[in-house]
């Protein structure tokens, strides 16, 4: 095993637009098939008046007096408190639809200060000084939260401290034996992979927001990635963690396998920062692949694709990446790729991605595509999966330039067993349709099957609507509709997202109140005066 420098070099971050996603550079507009399709099935979107520029807004909270500034900066060292107006609203949130659309609100509330540990030690002393000052903590990692996780809560506290992880970054440890690698918890991303393909190695963990989400703030949420058929969730990945905790500091996962009671790493994971800030994480990593086969295939329709997908999930035939979008989604995806009216193909498509040693991956390759055969489907165009794979980071930017446009776009997502796959869609899509139909909006409702495991799949939906120049309203009337069919059909209140500040009123039903009831007799242990991220995951303070 080789040990690294403890503190490597800080990994260079550029800050996302605050009122929109990503870099400012790549920004772009609407493409032009993607005009013509939206006027075609929405009709004239009025566009809304720009927001306020950042250094227009004002806050409606505000910093943290001196004396506090001065406790903390005890620790980190004044240059890492800021109190200052631009830091204090790039951290008011994180990057949901209504997030966005709060930030064109004139006035708005963020943390009293943002603070910037550069060790796991001032990370324990500004969780002391937190509870000594009668001050919330909220964990930031990469900031690209969508559940309202980030929401600048004091709950019964006097304000709130951000505390941003971008200075823990880094690895720390590769075993590349065990092929167990440890990071600070602040890496991001493309940081971690960064490290590790120096080595020959991949962690193999994409979301969508993969360019600026953190390896802490996966596992704080549970996240899922693109290539989660070959590589799993990042639960899965980890196999320890460190927590900093306002009691006590906990080192978990001491053996690939351990009959040690209940595993204490699953309880932090998806803790949402309200038990303590995870400091460190050991993940599974493998062998950088080889081999990256791509193939896309055409299924009749939506139940024809799924039943494939459900077949080869459950004979393990190994693909990394298996997805499959509904007849909605196929066809607005090829307007996507500058396509309009030139149909590459009807009924459903699905794009499949095979990787790892070259043999092997071929001999995946064909097992997958004996099985999807029999399920009857036929293989497509290879471009359809090369333009999945090109701009699979794309969709964020084209959100901003939509909402520029007046048209509203957001995305939820839930899962459930095969057998009930079909029955949640259709209760998911009727509760859009008729929450849409009740704000008088006109609506285009997408879905696609992303994660797939042998027992069931998850749902991820986009809608684009016309819901006026005004949609954070008209919209959480919608979503609190269609959370509780979800909840009614059988579905998870989230797949991956997480439960956050938004999700929270529906936790009871997905857990039942004893389960509640021990998420609250933990956090009351670790966290007696209730001072982390008190807004998200149980959404009240101590109760
Ligand atoms: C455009 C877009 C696409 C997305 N695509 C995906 C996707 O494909 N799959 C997916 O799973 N998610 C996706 N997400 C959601 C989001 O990226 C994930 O929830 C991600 O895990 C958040 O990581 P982060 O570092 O940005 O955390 P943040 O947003 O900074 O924080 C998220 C939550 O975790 C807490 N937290 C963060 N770091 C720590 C820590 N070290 N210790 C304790 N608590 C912590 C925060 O307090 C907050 O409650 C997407 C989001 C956007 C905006």
Request: glycine fraction near 12%.
């Amino acid at each position: 095993m080789s040990t690294l420098p403890e503190k490597p070099p800080q990994d260079e971050r550029i800050d996302m637009r605050w009122d929109g996603w990503g870099d400012p550079a790549r920004a772009h507009g609407l493409p032009g098939g993607v005009k013509l399709l939206l006027t075609a099935v929405l009709g004239r979107t009025p566009a809304p008046p720009p927001g306020p520029d950042l250094a227009d807004v004002t806050i409606s909270t505000p910093p943290l007096p001196g004396d506090d500034v001065a406790a903390l900066a005890a620790v980190v060292g004044a240059e890492h408190v800021d109190t200052g107006h631009d830091v204090r609203l790039l951290h008011a949130g994180g990057k949901s639809t209504p997030d966005l659309l709060r930030r064109r609100h004139a006035e708005q509330a963020a943390p009293g200060a943002v603070v910037r540990p550069g060790s796991e030690d001032d990370v324990a002393a500004v969780l002391a000084v937190a509870v000594g000052r009668g001050l919330a903590v909220v964990p930031f990692g990469g900031g690209t939260a969508v559940t309202g996780g980030l929401t600048p809560d004091a709950g019964t506290h006097r304000g709130v401290v951000s505390l941003d992880l971008r200075r823990l970054t880094g690895l720390v440890a590769l075993d590349d034996v065990s092929h167990e690698a440890t990071f600070h918890a602040g890496t991001t991303a493309p940081a971690a992979e960064a490290a590790l393909a120096h080595r020959g190695f991949e962690l193999g963990h994409f979301p969508q927001s993969f360019e600026f989400a953190t390896l802490g703030g996966f596992a704080a949420m549970r996240s899922s990635g693109q290539n989660s058929a070959g590589y799993g969730r990042f639960d899965a990945m980890v196999t320890g963690l460190r927590v900093v905790t306002p009691t006590g500091t906990l080192d978990l996962g001491r053996a690939p396998g351990s009959a040690a009671g209940p595993d204490l790493v699953r309880w932090f994971l998806g803790s949402e920062g309200t038990f303590g800030v995870i400091t460190r994480v050991r993940l599974r990593v493998h062998p950088a692949p080889e081999a990256r086969l791509f193939d896309a295939w055409t299924f009749r329709d939506f139940a024809a694709g799924a039943d494939g997908l459900r077949r080869v999930a459950q004979l393990g035939t190994g693909p990394t990446v298996i997805r499959l979008s509904d007849e909605e989604e196929t066809a607005v995806s090829l307007a996507q790729v500058g396509n309009i009216g030139k149909a590459l193909t009807r009924g459903c498509s699905a794009v499949v991605l095979h990787e790892g040693p070259a043999d092997l991956a071929a001999a995946r390759r064909e097992a997958t595509t004996r099985v999807l055969r029999e399920a009857g489907g036929r293989p497509a165009a290879e471009k359809l999966a090369a333009s999945w794979d090109h701009g699979r980071f794309r969709a964020p930017y084209l959100r901003d330039a939509l909402l520029a446009a007046g048209v509203f776009c957001e995305t939820l997502e839930t899962a459930t067993t095969w057998s009930n796959l079909r029955a949640l869609k259709a209760a998911v899509t009727t509760a859009l349709a008729e929450g849409f139909d009740r704000e008088h909006a006109k609506h285009r409702i997408l879905c696609h099957i992303s994660h797939v495991y042998p027992t069931g799949a998850s749902l991820y939906f986009t809608v684009i609507a016309g819901l006026g120049t005004d949609p954070l309203e008209p919209w959480d009337r919608v979503k609190s509709g269609v959370n509780d069919a979800i909840m009614a059909a059988g579905g998870t209140i989230s797949h991956h997202h997480g439960v956050g500040a938004d999700h929270a009123p529906w936790l009871e039903q997905e857990i039942g109140a004893t389960g509640l009831r021990m998420l609250r007799a933990v956090r009351a242990e670790l966290d007696p005066a209730g001072i982390m991220n008190p807004g998200a995951l149980l959404g009240d303070t101590l109760g």
